[in-house]
């Protein structure tokens, strides 16, 4: 809930910001123009529903910004968060001086805070108030967009999206300070006038002396109590961490001898930036990308209180079991646990998206499929390397696209050979099948595919598919950016060693008896043999295949 109060205020008064860079874009036009803009934008925000929402705004995210920098536990901060931060606590003391020359000189002097009575000030007030004043607008645009990158970019649309916010985050900003500027040039330009100045500020009602340095005096107190609470912020750090520790320690095993000792009240995220253990958590522990999810075990695993609905949310999405959780999310109570990272510290927000439930590990039936090129050895000698490559990702291309129109995963390319698997979300007679339609689909594939380079090839590829169904382990498997969702296990073993066998038997496919049971095919045509398969015990009875295109189409 205070996350979305911050960024549900965030957008009001980011729109604030925006209406208010567009309005100065009108100074391209004409000053006229220019005031003619503000009328519409006064009468907004200064109506009761707008005053309502924008001050409103502005407090919420003033007070939440405070109260994150006393929950946070460690400053072990990306560039980024480290330039949003400095850049949101420079907004008040670089907007003090405008707000009070306009808003408070309104409210308590009667100041009509028009264009020309900014200009005018800018104008007699120099370079300094000048620099102060263009670079309000960039400082806050800035840290509004970061934010938003931030609370966005994990969403599914955001990356189709970008463009078109690339160009809005870089053209309003731009149209609204060279408005502003060219504004400015104009006004003084006017100024040089005699009895100029004195008129717009008459028109105006500026204060005078003592009441101008009243409105300075406003102005410092106003940007000391921001300091002041800011200062306070960060001094209630260490009195929160002495009144955490009275209930009781959290002990955290993070494998390789890395243990954490730290107060109850933490969330294991900040438990592992205190201690600089890597981490990943692309949305920076807002509980949105899953990136940080964490295996919990060890003696006091039951202690842990159940996961929040909005973080039960995003676990099912990933498809986590229960002993999984989101570091970010779980503030584990005094005990000894043991923490395992699911994902690289280098995770990025490709990862934070739907994966497979079997990510993180467990037996299921599945079909696997093998194939190779025979003989591919002699075909390649003599070619250029680039002829090479472009062969066989001509290969890959057509062999691909036959599993994933049969419904199957391609697991990996060895080489000149290919792994696919079925049934990772199907059941295990729909996978059979699909495993079997790839197959024939593959053959017909390469037809096309000798055809259409008939005249680079001396002899068409020919290919051996072996194809197997059984239980085996299916899981995220690798290190880093290698890591993917593969099987492993006798069933996987044994359809490569099927793939072999195409080349004794002279065959384009040998499948074993158990897939075709499986899926309710009826191959009695074919050739059976009783093979041994090492490391198996017992005969495999499997079918040798000639042709595999002259399969029934098994699509379901």
């Known amino acids: 809930?205070?996350?979305?109060?911050?960024?549900?205020?965030?957008?009001?008064?980011?729109?604030?910001?925006?209406?208010?860079?567009?309005?100065?874009?009108?100074?391209?036009?004409?000053?006229?123009?220019?005031?003619?803009?503000?009328?519409?934008?006064?009468?907004?925000?200064?109506?009761?529903?707008?005053?309502?929402?924008?001050?409103?705004?502005?407090?919420?995210?003033?007070?939440?910004?405070?109260?994150?920098?006393?929950?946070?536990?460690?400053?072990?901060?990306?560039?980024?968060?480290?330039?949003?931060?400095?850049?949101?606590?420079?907004?008040?003391?670089?907007?003090?001086?405008?707000?009070?020359?306009?808003?408070?000189?309104?409210?308590?002097?009667?100041?009509?805070?028009?264009?020309?009575?900014?200009?005018?000030?800018?104008?007699?007030?120099?370079?300094?108030?000048?620099?102060?004043?263009?670079?309000?607008?960039?400082?806050?645009?800035?840290?509004?967009?970061?934010?938003?990158?931030?609370?966005?970019?994990?969403?599914?649309?955001?990356?189709?999206?970008?463009?078109?916010?690339?160009?809005?985050?870089?053209?309003?900003?731009?149209?609204?300070?060279?408005?502003?500027?060219?504004?400015?040039?104009?006004?003084?330009?006017?100024?040089?006038q005699p009895g100029f100045l004195r008129e717009v500020f008459a028109r105006a009602q500026a204060p005078d002396a003592q009441s101008a340095a009243e409105l300075y005096r406003i102005a410092d107190a106003l940007m000391a109590g921001a300091l002041l609470l800011l200062a306070a912020s960060f001094a209630a750090r260490p009195v929160r961490d002495f009144w955490e520790r009275r209930a009781g320690v959290v002990h955290l095993a993070y494998g390789d001898r890395k243990r954490v000792d730290l107060p109850a009240g933490l969330s294991v995220l900040e438990m592992s930036r205190i201690a600089g253990i890597p981490h990943a958590s692309v949305c920076g522990g807002r509980g949105r990308c899953s990136t940080c999810r964490v295996r919990v075990g060890g003696a006091d695993r039951a202690k842990l209180p159940p996961p929040s609905p909005e973080e039960q949310k995003v676990?099912?999405?990933?498809?986590?079991?229960?002993?999984?959780?989101?570091?970010?999310?779980?503030?584990?109570?005094?005990?000894?646990?043991?923490?395992?990272?699911?994902?690289?510290?280098?995770?990025?927000?490709?990862?934070?998206?739907?994966?497979?439930?079997?990510?993180?590990?467990?037996?299921?039936?599945?079909?696997?499929?093998?194939?190779?090129?025979?003989?591919?050895?002699?075909?390649?000698?003599?070619?250029?390397?680039?002829?090479?490559?472009?062969?066989?990702?001509?290969?890959?291309?057509?062999?691909?696209?036959?599993?994933?129109?049969?419904?199957?995963?391609?697991?990996?390319?060895?080489?000149?050979?290919?792994?696919?698997?079925?049934?990772?979300?199907?059941?295990?007679?729909?996978?059979?099948?699909?495993?079997?339609?790839?197959?024939?689909?593959?053959?017909?594939?390469?037809?096309?595919?000798?055809?259409?380079m008939s005249g680079d090839l001396d002899q068409p590829l020919r290919i051996g598919i072996g194809l197997h169904a059984g239980p085996a382990i299916v899981g995220e498997m690798g290190y880093d950016r290698a890591a993917s969702l593969t099987a492993i296990g006798d069933t996987v073993n044994t359809a490569s060693r099927l793939e072999s066998l195409t080349k004794e038997f002279k065959v384009e496919l040998v499948v074993s008896q158990e897939l075709l049971d499986r899926a309710g095919v009826d191959l009695s045509a074919a050739p059976a043999h009783e093979v041994d398969i090492r490391g198996r015990q017992g005969k495999l009875v499997v079918r040798a295949v000639v042709q595999a295109r002259d399969l029934t189409s098994l699509s379901s």
């Open 1 to 192: 809930m205070v996350g979305r109060l911050r960024l549900w205020s965030a957008y009001i008064l980011l729109t604030y910001v925006t209406l208010h860079l567009i309005n100065h874009s009108l100074g391209l036009v004409s000053l006229r123009v220019l005031e003619d803009g503000r009328q519409w934008f006064v009468y907004v925000w200064k109506s009761l529903p707008g005053q309502i929402a924008l001050y409103g705004a502005l407090l919420i995210h003033f007070s939440l910004a405070l109260w994150a920098v006393v929950r946070r536990r460690s400053f072990r901060l990306s560039v980024w968060e480290w330039t949003q931060l400095v850049l949101g606590a420079s907004i008040i003391p670089i907007a003090a001086v405008h707000v009070v020359g306009t808003r408070v000189a309104h409210d308590y002097y009667g100041v009509e805070p028009s264009y020309p009575w900014v200009l005018a000030s800018l104008v007699v007030g120099g370079w300094l108030g000048i620099a102060r004043q263009f670079s309000l607008p960039l400082v806050v645009w800035i840290h509004a967009c970061i934010g938003i990158h931030f609370a966005w970019r994990l969403r599914p649309w955001y990356r189709d999206w970008l463009p078109v916010l690339y160009a809005v985050a870089l053209l309003v900003p731009a149209a609204g300070i060279a408005g502003a500027a060219v504004a400015l040039r104009d006004f003084a330009e006017l100024a040089q």
């Open 315 to 452: 676990l099912a999405r990933v498809g986590a079991p229960q002993n999984v959780r989101l570091a970010c999310q779980l503030r584990p109570p005094p005990g000894r646990y043991r923490i395992t990272p699911l994902l690289p510290p280098t995770s990025g927000p490709v990862e934070a998206y739907r994966r497979q439930p079997q990510a993180h590990g467990g037996e299921r039936y599945v079909a696997i499929l093998f194939a190779d090129i025979r003989g591919f050895t002699s075909i390649s000698e003599g070619r250029l390397p680039y002829d090479v490559v472009f062969l066989l990702n001509r290969y890959f291309r057509a062999t691909g696209q036959a599993v994933q129109a049969a419904g199957g995963r391609l697991d990996k390319f060895i080489g000149d050979g290919v792994m696919a698997i079925f049934g990772l979300d199907r059941e295990p007679d729909v996978a059979c099948r699909q495993a079997l339609d790839a197959a024939r689909r593959m053959a017909l594939a390469l037809d096309d595919l000798n055809e259409a």
